[in-house]
């Protein structure tokens, strides 16, 4: 059975920073595109960062020169360095492992984290 865990949440003032992890158990994990993405309660999740399978990387531009995102295949991890902190990134954090091959797709997510930042 998959499983994402996430960890490394946490309460936080503003300007501070947290690391989250999260270790999955797939098979091929080199292979996932690995995500981040938050959601607040009346909001839809939305994309953090993201890192492929070869290393290039995408960032919200909210978070951009903020956040860092970067993984380890070797033990299966993906984290998000997160500098800076504010405000307004408080919200629960997902992570998500996404692949295609062999005419399947695969999507995988964890089960979140709770980042609070206060003023």
Sequence with gaps: QVQLVESGGGLVQAGGSLRLSCEGSVNMFSLYTMGWYRQVPGKQRELVASIRAFGDTDYADSVKGRFTVSRDNAKKIAVLQMNNL??????????????????????????GTQVTVST
């Design 86 to 111: 504010a405000p307004e990134d408080t919200a629960v954090y997902y992570c998500n492992a996404k692949g295609a091959w062999l005419g399947h797709q695969y999507d995988y997510w964890g089960q």
